[in-house]
């Protein structure tokens, strides 16, 4: 697999929604209920964090349900590149983006969404052939007014910024011209999760769908 044709899968992914759900899950025995409710509200495409020991079971039960597309974020080394792809994600998140990172989802054909908080970094991205990237962390890193700045010198690069984007602000990164879609975790709330309360999910992703 190319980073061209890596970014060019990782589009039509983010493409699918408006918001890709960023979701913490603890209990792999709950993955199948939550994913098949975030996907009867309009959001297909899922990022489960490998921060938590059940994370590449959860990819595995998630990877199940029926119109999902189950990602795995937080990827940090090649060893969990490789891990995530054998547990059936069907594209890849990083935080930051290294060399050895993009050798293996290359490697493994992992279409890859790779994350960039500077416009150096965004840049080098570009010259690697990633044309779509992850703004993380969004809302530290400097907002709204720190993607439309780095957007306007480099227009080819479109991002899915994540990390403190809400209900609130989400329609103003998708404003952007440079913003393909936004990462969130408040569509899958942890009370919510943990009381098995699907239909306020469901309720929750809807909303989102149509932002």
Known sequence: ?????????????????????????????????????????????????????????????????????????????????????????????????????IDAALDAELPLLPGAATATEALRLLERGFSIQKFFPAEASGGVPALKSIGAPMPQIRFCPTGGVTLKNAPDYLALSNTICVGGSWVAPKDAVDAQDWARITELAAEASKL
Request: with cysteine; charged share 15%.
């Open 1 to 101: 697999m190319t980073p061209e044709e890596s970014s060019f899968q990782a589009a039509e992914i983010c493409q699918l929604a408006p918001v890709v759900p960023v979701l913490v899950v603890e209990n792999a025995a709950s993955a199948a209920d939550l994913a098949r409710a975030l996907v009867a509200g309009g959001l297909p495409a899922l990022e489960v964090t490998l921060r938590t020991t059940a994370a590449l079971d959860v990819i595995r039960e998630m990877a199940s349900v029926e119109g999902g597309v189950v990602g795995a974020g937080t990827l940090l080394t090649p060893a969990e590149v490789v891990a995530a792809k054998e547990a059936g994600a069907l594209f890849g998140v990083t935080p930051g983006t290294t060399d050895r990172l």
